[in-house]
């Protein structure tokens, strides 16, 4: 029997409407055994980035903002309320040693992977270098692999002159095999944002490149159909990477390196709907949210309506 | 004669040019016997909350731009500097009964309403639990209510979990047959920020539900001028709800509920002049701005320009 | 065998230095049956408050401050790891029922006491408003009832023209003869912060009042000990009730109603040590925090520092 | 009759206690004829200062944080609700043109002093630089003057690389022969803020010069009263001039040039409220707050209780 | 030989990518002789603005943005690392003297544009009022002057009430007859931001006026182009005015008068590249950023973008 | 021939008072085979702590702040303009390999001492990793090192659960017999900052321990003093490290571990300036200041004071 009346001892006092599921409450932790839905799995590493970054707070930042939300969708009158997502919790990273958190994070997503308990993935980042560990694991257990990456940059920059930073891990994935130059689409590039040696090296790998420009031009959704259709036809499993700063900072104010003239937050949003209708998609990772630099979690929110937009089909 | 050459006791020094007229400088406090054209009143109140809210303080801050704009449209060519503003000052609620705060905010609507002084009216909220209040006034004065609720969330929740709060006002007007389901055109509904329960509710009971998806197809215009002319035939009074969360986070970053994927200032803007063509529009609330989470009280200047298209017909 | 080499899932990733106890790892949610040191429970109210204050939030922020320090005394060369924290969690509050959740308040307070299972209780406000339900509580389990006030207003506030506010709490207490005049002290009050007629009712109650000019002229330790002593021959239990505003504004920037003119950090501190050295005192209150208000949540910070030194003797 | 039960028309509704009486209260704006206790002016202008400051906009701030603080002296336990403020207003600068700004501010402070209608007058800057017009007024009319500057800074730099700043009202008064070099006390001087032309200067025209470090070894209080004793002996009329950068950056963060190792906001007061005390004293200016660099007004508010200091004896 | 491994005396480390030009890179400071593409020069003076601005901040925190983005033009597949920007520095203004202020603006600018050594030039406010000393100067050494202005506000207030201010600009550039009423283009001109006298000047004067009602109908490219293709046959050079409060407040937060239904930054950037595109095009001055006011330098990142545009054909 | 009037290209307009000297234009960057007084070097890393922290860019933020005072010491009477800083820049560490990072950052301190060009050096972290290589480096050159540290925490954590962390470096030197325990002084030490196996290991090696509780008992200085002549007596070489977290969270706001019971300024001051008074003091570092979370550079502004005092003897 319940000791109290309304207390319930080391919890908060959060009010519930009994008609509303919050996001949050269709989280549980997952335990040896159990399925469900979308996997959920912080990486809380920005280490990897150049300049000194807080984007290892986004994972619990983000979380944080799923309570915020409810499951029911107004556009197609349905409720989410039972899709489960499990949460595997937050890779522990090492304080001082690189080459040891990416190990961690390389394993853990692995160990994710391998529960096969879920259809689908949510990675929270941490800065864009987490996109390499995960990627190779995804690869390893799924097979050929295709990425449309939404991102203001290329981030295919050279190993040398910083190592393995935020802005190389595209370039890693590619020089070691994991993904094919011509099955990563790349979205939202941006003017003034990147160096030709980069641009250069893009197009010599093929990737297929979608500025702002083209956006305007075409909107984004026929581009992200028609690539998620050639994508779809050529690998086996389809990895959405979406760093934030794809979208202008007006809509995405808690990046790291923000701009104008990107994305509306309705275009990412319509954007992420287009991609994840396609059954190969089984992963997208939200990666260069700094919680630090943002105004009233805005970047954070924004992340939530992507992933519900990606997990509710 | 004026005892001082740059001094007027009791005043600030604000900059004049001889030949602008500030919206603030068309408005003067109501006095027994004036009429005017616009009547203006306080209702700062946001104890309804579920989450605590400052909304209480939009009145003055709303009140404090309208020093900020000027009284000329460029668009119409037109100067409204003539168009009278009566001031009726703010309600002065209950430090910690809500009943008594209830009472008082009816009363002091109906009394305004009484004056017959303005042939329109805006209410400056506080959070939305004050449309409850206000709209019964309005209804009981001038006979059958339509009502335009521009907002992300149907606030139709039910009463039980959390008594009167701002995510009930509309189920309690519809319960106690103040407004008729199908005369409550609901615009701006948000993907996520409502429940199924509430959706079905609103289904059975008639109203009239636009989601974003809905308006980035046919354009907000067309929706509103639509909705417009329904109820023109129907209802003897139209009453605009305005609040401020139907519109995106980038551009109204001061509401409690902030969210992407919403309203543009231009589409609120454009939306709000097309509202208020109709002649059978009376009165206009304005609700959910916390002045305390605002940057640059911008959702406060958001709001005064909505108040000057909804005012200059 | 845990199925994760470096997640556990559901939980955030926190770095953790075998050698370090941070409070809030002594902390365990309270169960039927079990003893503790120190119990702990929320009061998430500020509604009380006669401008809107977001003191409700204070439970949450000033645990979350829990984490940042450790339970190891430098100063008496002491380690508390052992003393175990129990925590009741926050009590449920209603939306907008005040009677409900004052009555609500009361009962959680009177429920944990009756545990019987720690000596000594924190209570974390919310506004000052809740320190009347919890100090009636007190008064009826434990007898005859002493408080030392630290606050820069005295609360004594008529109940008229507010109703219950976080103004009227020291009222209400002795009016319906909870604590007697006399056994009320009250340290830090501040010039220019109160009432002619709210000083003459605590003169003629026999309250015993210590501004800060007393604090400086003879330093705030020696008052607080001769009435503490004083006190402990008089009454059967002892009630601190902490008030953040009787710091100065550079201290405790968080708290609604902040001042210069206040006490330091550092006299705060030893006061509440040489309060707590009484056997009798058996609770503390923390209030008028409002998070949303603070830097860098330096009065939690501040508040986590007053309850070490209550709770380690 | 009343047409309204909760409103006023034209005002804000803001929540009374009848038993205090707030500062702001007992300002009532001069009319012609009348007589009060202390008179108020505002003198926004900042347009002295070298880089660019908002301080014009500190008297607005200021006043309106008198709404904050009540008459009650719990120190000497009297009330000074009778003590009644006149308030001139603000006065009205010229946008771009200095010079009419500097006759008018000085225009302005002699037609205030020439009604005659109160015994002590209040002067809130505006940057430092307000204070030769003022001072210029108050030894006109009332013979030789004395002035107790509390600052960081001599304030006396030439006038040939910059005009007339903020860093030159003391330079150009003791020039133009407004004050004797020796009738001038500066308190609070601090190290690494000044050059030695001008510590030469101030010695080479006898000014009293009191650093920090004569306030940490002889306490502030023993210095006021000396000087205060000193000049009434000598002088018709004493000034007092407060640039609250003399105050430390932790108890006054509003100001344009903050650093470390200055007052605490105690020994401010005490510091006002003694010098306060000599019957000459006739005139008190506060200079150098920036509201817009504020945190939480905190700079204001402490304006406001060195202002009660001076007021109420 | 270099006497230091990792150090360069005086100098602060940054990251550098060996195959990444960034455009503060391309800077070097002009010295007699040498040539360039863009001569830059910072006009930092704001104390014709009528309400105190820090707009004199903004050529400091512009020129801190170029390092943030780099010379190549994804969408031309260009990179413009050889396009080489003489810095001229920031003109020295008269702390005090506002006359003399406005000689230094134009005789720097004067200076610059005789040094014959660039096609282009970039003058960085301020506030509006750095656009008549500019205008004049220009005008001068090229002969009949065409302007396209982008602006909220027609900035042609009369005279008589303030001097000089942001306001007056082009009123006194067409008054001294620097330019004709029918040369000067204004875009973006906003609803109640304007005055119907100065609105009936400007059509008394010819000038060519678009407001946001206007662009929205016909999109702002065919506007520009328009414009920009009529005074290139009239004029001898055109000159950009880049008001940034043109912008709406979502995308440009850190102008001094910022307001809702504006530009978003596409429609800027892009309108900037069909200005830019015309030969006779030798200027553009970017006005009324106040750093102070922004959030994480937005509005400046916009003005680096603007720059881009401008420079890069 | 200077070329222009009011111009120097490439450089900001800044206001100069001919008789000033600001503490910046005493800094010359280090060439080969000049000599100054003080030698200043930037450690720009913050990678070893544990928390991200962006004290990284403390070594600007610090810079920047030097600016704003001037070389004349008020309380001593004396100008230090003829005291030459010499810069050494800041050391260029590695995006992603620590261990290179620790590398460098020792390398150019060595570097540094053996142009032999200052008799004292001060070094701007970082956080307090930094102290590992530099004082490493110290002791080599100069022999026997004795240290005093100013901080809240011992910084004596095993090695064992995050590398060299910032929680370290303490440990270090003392494991690899770069320093005698005895011969390393702690000031500041707070209570529940640290733990009791840390305290344990601290007694063990001998280290000379004075928590906050020694200081309120017997003053800073006389403890700096006595210490400062014991050191002097066996070592060859005295370092200062200066964690500006041993100040109080309203005097330091910006230190990533803030808390309160701290330094005042006024302490810290008067006790780097009795520290540095010993001939055999030949370093100070300052470290734990993380410029993006402080409040108008308060705790650089402090740290600037702190290099006053330490240079100017
Ligand atoms: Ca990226
Ligand atoms: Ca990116
Ligand atoms: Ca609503
Ligand atoms: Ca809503
Ligand atoms: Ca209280
Ligand atoms: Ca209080
Ligand atoms: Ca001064
Ligand atoms: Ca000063
Ligand atoms: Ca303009
Ligand atoms: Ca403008
Ligand atoms: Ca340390
Ligand atoms: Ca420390």
């Known amino acids: 029997m319940d000791p109290f009346s309304f207390l319930q001892p080391g919890k908060a006092a959060i009010f519930k409407d009994r008609f509303v599921t919050k996001v949050n409450e269709t989280v549980i932790p997952y335990e040896e ?6 996997g959920l799995i912080g990486l809380p590493f920005s280490k990897f980035s150049i300049s000194l970054s807080q984007a ?12 915020l939300y409810s499951t029911f969708s107004a556009e197609r009158n349905k409720d989410y309320r ?11 990273t090492h304080p001082t040693s690189l080459p040891e958190s990416l190990k961690r994070l390389y394993i853990s997503v692995k160990e994710m992977i391998e529960t096969n308990s879920c259809s689908r993935y949510i990675l929270l980042g941490g800065d864009h270098g987490i996109s390499y560990p995960s990627i190779r694991a995804f690869s390893e257990n799924f097979g050929t692999i295709g990425i449309i990456q939404f991102d203001a940059h290329h981030d295919v920059r050279n190993l040398e002159d910083g190592g393995r930073t935020n802005g190389t891990p595209f370039r890693s994935l590619i020089e ?3 993904v094919e130059g011509e099955n990563l689409v790349q979205i939202g590039i941006r003017d003034f944002s990147n160096a030709e040696a980069y641009s250069d090296y893009a197009q010599e790998k093929r990737l297929s490149i979608y500025t702002m420009g083209d956006i305007e ?9 028609k690539e998620g259709d050639r994508l779809a036809e050529k690998v086996d499993v389809i990895y959405l990477s979406l760093d934030m700063d ?3 900072q007006a809509f995405a104010p808690g990046c790291p390196a923000i701009g104008p003239g990107g994305l509306t937050s309705r275009e ?7 991609a994840a209708k396609h059954e190969k ?33």
């Open 33 to 38: 055994g159990i399925t469900g839905d979308t």
């Open 56 to 67: 290892s707070e986004a994972p619990q930042a983000i979380r944080s903002c799923m309570s």
């Open 82 to 92: 039972n899709h489960k997502i499990l949460d595997f919790g937050d890779v522990m």
């Open 176 to 178: 070691e095999g994991v």
């Open 217 to 225: 031009r075409s909107g984004i959704i026929p581009i992200v159909e």
């Open 246 to 248: 794809a979208v202008d």
């Open 268 to 274: 990412l949003l319509s954007a992420v709907s287009a």
């Open 281 to 313: 998609v089984r992963a997208m990772d939200i990666v260069e949210i700094d919680p630090s630099k943002d105004f009233r979690d805005m970047t954070s929110r924004l992340a939530v309506h992507a992933m519900m937009r990606f997990m509710y089909q």
